[in-house]
């Protein structure tokens, strides 16, 4: 969990959510809906985005699990895509916020060593996660911007 | 955002109108803030409600003690546990109408009981509740609590609902008719529709949709039997309004017994500043439990219990000339109020729809008159543009209508009948009077930004890939900044409508803005930091801004309809300029000077003329709070507060064009490119107020094309989760293009006006007029919303509606 061992029995039919929430008291992963549509559930197992309420806790034992907790320490830096995203204002209530950052994470890694992605493929990763304040303008525009850094961090034109 | 036309605010330190990054964010980026549902209290017990499972019978026997003895489960309770507890009041009864409802025991039209104990009315009425030691107890023992229910027949539709022989809800209601109210000039408008040359006609639905924050609402009550007093933790946005509603209204307990908090708030667009049920449900069972007692809504349970939006079925009918001159307009509204008159749901329906049907045109004679009935379906309240929209659409169908029957081009109809500059403050006749405008100025910047001219050409190559493209445009005036508590009185609203802020300055020349309003996601704590800091020529960042909680912050009424920045940031302003007052009249005592001689600049004084003779804004926060030498006139410290009711609302207004592609094949409709040229006088923070507008207009899409509240014949909601109700996702919306022009109002000392919804109001009739237009040629008039896929499709293939 968040690179740290965690030991604990679950029910069978516990939802990796509500241990997460419940559990250990990592509230920053949200619970928006019941039938894993929004989004603001979504963590990362073994690297990849799952929506956290669709996954049994049983399932993902012995995985590697990142929240938004883990992006960074308590009132630390923000990661690059966070950061993109402040300069975009690309959250208002935020509670779509922990979900956006987990599930764009991916996307925004894999820019360095590939081509940036396009506006339809930005607005296409977005489609698991809802948000009924920004209408995702700013939220695109903040990873446009996070690719851009990314890629000329590591070189590549921008 | 760019090109402002109108003058800028007088600044002090320039930071306002800035758009400067929102301090909250980081925190929110990070997953750091806290919501109703972390809020984690020592021994806190899990509540969950029992919601009715059909739209309207006859309860006859509620049996829970299979229930109780769950595991788990301390406490199962019903009505008859709470028949001390009033009912829910509704404080927005239309204005100048007789409410027919139960009266509450203080006069006010009583709503709904905390729980129902004989009949049930809509799906999600709720009937008992379960505490339990965790969540999936107190939900898991809902199951085992039986109902025996008589079966009543059911209504869900407001017109019928008002038919001879229909199911009847509430027998203080003959007829289910809350209230028959109208506006405007009946026998002058009758008049002028009888001459005119040219009548068009529509029948127009516009559908109930549901509001959707991501964060469902939730509560948390906190009962302290060693001083008496109630705390509520609550996703409101009006934590001094549900406090004032719940102590007085309600619980019937001392106003300084209850406590309300908000903390981050997931989001509201009008549902958030209701009363329901388990707001008090909370209270009462943490004072019978000894423990905290928690309540967090699933999203089904959101869609069957929270206030849901517009909800008219209509007939209006526009008059002109043969060339294009409007002469008069005129609705008939039939508005479903649902179950219940929610806290303000029958004053949406009727006072904010209703006046603002004419929209920015200058028309002779207009009437609007609106039946409000009960149905059996979830209470009707706000929703993000609430009225606004819904007379938008009426007034910007019937214009293309218009424009259509005389052969002339919309935008060239619209500008005709725009009302001049000159007009203002111009009195629409339907009881509005707009405060400022320049529309022409406005339209015209819309109109050639979207490439309109170009659209005959873009239509033709549309059609050689197989798409038909069309264009639509659409303006509105929106009316914000309640209120004038005065005239809010006039409209019904039982209540005040001001709005507070305080000041206090530190001995270390630090501030505290407190503010009787509250966030729901509209970054207070950055742009009320602007007003304060512009004001008194400070670094921003030495102010902090503080609301939400009752117990620390003066009173206020929150965050709705557009108001924040037009009512709490002038009492901010106000509040800075007392504050600004006290520091020259000192500042003269402490530099040996006259008054007059004192120049206040950088947040320091001067003395004129002898810019060595000075007192930094540190150096006066430390003498005023050490407070010697100061004469018996002037007091020590620095801590002032406002209480602003501006003399009139402010008006935005704006014109928005969209342009849609339909795929001839599937009837799809993408909007491919849309461009809103919106006017909110001056803009505390253009960042903050981009992402508003960008929001605002991708929910109005969304119920152009996609969102609708389903019941069926039995009054089920069909549409109760995010798999069966749409909400516009991130691919289906494009980049937009924005501008504004700006014309301040008169109404409030920084000239603004309300900005946060304002872009609701017209996307859903551009992007009608915008579909219509593409199928004119098909000899299509109209369609309702949401505009499907199939519903086009059928339409495509010469289908009637
Ligand atoms: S809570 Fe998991 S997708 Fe909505
Ligand atoms: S910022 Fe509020 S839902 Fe996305």
Redesign the pocket.
């Known amino acids: 969990m968040n690179g740290r061992p965690e030991q604990f029995s679950a029910q069978p039919n516990e939802l990796l ?1 509500e241990r997460l929430r419940d559990g250990l008291g990592l509230t920053g992963t ?13 963590v990362r197992l073994d690297g990849r985005s799952v ?4 996954v049994l806790t049983a399932s993902a034992a012995g995985g590697e699990v990142a929240t938004i907790e883990g992006e960074t320490t308590r009132g630390g830096e923000l990661s690059g895509l966070q950061e993109a995203l402040r300069q975009e204002h690309g959250t208002q209530c935020g509670f779509c916020t922990p ?1 956006m950052v987990m599930a764009l994470g991916e996307l925004v890694e894999n820019t360095a060593d590939r081509e940036a992605p396009t506006e339809p493929e930005i607005r296409e990763w977005l489609t ?1 996660n ?1 948000c009924r304040c920004t209408g995702y303008h700013s939220v695109v525009r903040g990873v446009q911007r996070a690719c851009a850094t990314a890629r000329s961090a590591a070189g590549q034109e921008v | 955002m760019t090109a402002v036309t109108g003058e800028a605010p007088a600044t002090g330190s320039g930071v306002l109108g800035q758009p400067l990054d929102s301090r909250e964010d980081p925190q929110l980026l990070r997953g750091e803030a806290t919501y109703v549902a972390d809020i984690d209290l020592p021994g806190t017990a899990h509540m969950a409600i029992l919601g009715s499972p059909v739209a309207h019978a006859r309860i006859l026997s509620i049996e829970t003690k299979a229930a109780e003895q769950l595991p788990g489960v301390l406490k199962v309770a019903t009505a008859a546990d709470f028949t001390d507890v009033m009912p829910l009041p509704c404080i927005w009864i239309p204005g100048g109408v007789e409410s027919h409802f139960p009266p509450h025991p203080y006069g006010l039209p009583g709503a709904r009981p905390v729980l129902t104990g004989d009949t049930v009315r809509h799906v999600g009425d709720p009937i008992a509740v379960v505490v339990a030691e965790t969540p999936r107890q107190a939900t898991a023992a809902l199951a085992a609590i039986s109902v025996e229910y008589e079966p009543l027949p059911v209504v869900t539709r407001a017109d019928e609902a008002l038919a001879e022989g229909a199911p009847q809800l509430h027998e203080a209601v003959p007829g289910n008719l809350n209230a028959y109210w109208t506006c405007g000039d009946k026998d002058r408008t009758d008049a002028a529709i009888a001459a005119a040359e040219v009548t068009v006609e529509l029948d127009l639905v516009n559908q109930r949709t549901i509001n959707s924050p991501i964060e469902p609402r939730g509560a948390v009550g906190d009962y302290n039997p060693v001083t008496g007093e109630y705390t509520l933790y609550a996703t409101t946005q009006g934590p001094h309004n549900h406090r004032f509603l719940l102590s007085a209204l309600v619980l019937g307990i001392p106003f300084n017994k209850l406590r309300v908090i908000a903390p981050t708030v997931g989001g509201s667009f009008g549902t958030k500043g209701y009363l329901y049920p388990d707001m008090p449900l909370v209270l009462l069972l943490s004072k019978a439990l000894g423990r905290p007692v928690k309540w967090v809504d699933t ?1 089904t349970g959101l869609m069957n219990s929270t206030v849901q939006g517009r909800d008219h079925r209509q007939h209006v009918t526009l008059a002109g000339t043969r060339d294009g001159r409007i002469t008069a307009v005129r609705c008939t509204s039939y508005a479903n109020l649902g179950a219940y008159p929610s806290t303000i749901g029958p004053g949406v329906a009727t006072a904010l729809m209703g006046r603002s049907i004419s929209g920015m045109y200058d028309i002779d004679a207009a009437f609007c008159e609106v039946y409000a009935a009960f149905t059996n379906t979830v209470p009707l309240g706000a929703q993000r543009g609430s009225g606004r929209a819904e007379a938008a659409f009426l007034m910007e169908r019937l214009v293309d209508r218009y424009a259509g029957e005389i052969g002339m081009d919309p935008a060239a109809v619209r500008r005709k009948n725009l009302v001049p500059k000159e007009k203002f403050p111009y009195d629409n006749g339907l009881g509005w009077t707009y405060d400022s405008g320049d529309y022409r100025l406005n339209f015209d910047k819309a109109v050639e930004l979207s490439g309109y001219a170009d659209m005959p050409a873009r239509k033709a190559e549309a059609r050689t890939r197989g798409k038909r493209l069309g264009v639509g445009l659409a303006t509105y005036v929106a009316i914000c900044g309640v209120g004038p508590s005065t005239r809010m009185s006039q409209e019904g609203m039982l209540g005040g409508t001001w709005e507070s802020a305080n000041i206090r300055v530190h001995p270390t020349g630090e501030v505290t803005v407190i503010v009787g309003s509250a966030s729901t996601g509209q970054s207070h704590g950055t742009v009320f930091a602007q007003v304060a800091a512009d004001e008194l020529g400070i670094d921003p960042d030495t102010v902090q801004v503080l609301e939400g909680d009752t117990q620390k912050a003066p009173y206020g009424q929150g965050t709705y309809g557009s108001r924040s920045y037009s009512m709490a940031a002038p009492a901010v302003a106000l509040t800075a300029r007392k504050i600004k007052s006290k520091l020259i009249r000192a500042g003269a005592v402490f530099l040996g000077i006259p008054e007059d001689k004192v120049v206040y600049a950088g947040g320091g004084v001067h003395e004129e003329g002898n810019e060595q003779n000075a007192k930094t804004f540190a150096e006066l926060a430390m003498s005023m709070w050490y407070g010697w030498g100061l004469p018996a006139e002037i007091e020590p410290a620095l801590d002032e507060t406002t209480h602003f009711d501006p003399p009139e609302f402010n008006y935005p207004f704006g014109t928005h064009v969209a342009v849609v592609e339909i795929d001839e094949l599937t009837g799809e409709t993408e909007v491919v490119a849309y461009t809103a040229v919106d006017d909110a006088g001056h803009i505390g923070n253009p960042k903050i107020v981009l992402g508003q507008i960008e929001g605002s207009i991708t929910h109005g899409l969304g119920q152009a094309l996609m969102e609708a509240a389903v019941y069926d014949e039995q009054g089920l909601l069909i549409s109760s989760d ?1 798999t069966t109700y749409a909400l516009p996702r991130a691919a289906d919306v494009p980049f937009f293009t924005l501008d504004k022009t700006v014309t301040p109002s008169p109404n409030n000392p920084l000239g603004a006006k309300g900005a946060g919804e304002i872009a609701t109001v017209p996307p859903a009739a551009a992007v009608v007029n915008a579909v219509v237009d593409a199928l004119a040629d098909l000899g299509v008039q109209h369609i309702d919303m949401p505009l499907t896929p199939e519903k086009v499709w059928r339409r495509l293939r010469g289908e009637a509606q």
């Open positions: 959510v949200k619970v928006g809906c019941d039938t894993g549509q929004c989004g603001t559930c979504v929506k956290s309420c669709l979900g698991g809802l | 999203r995010l």
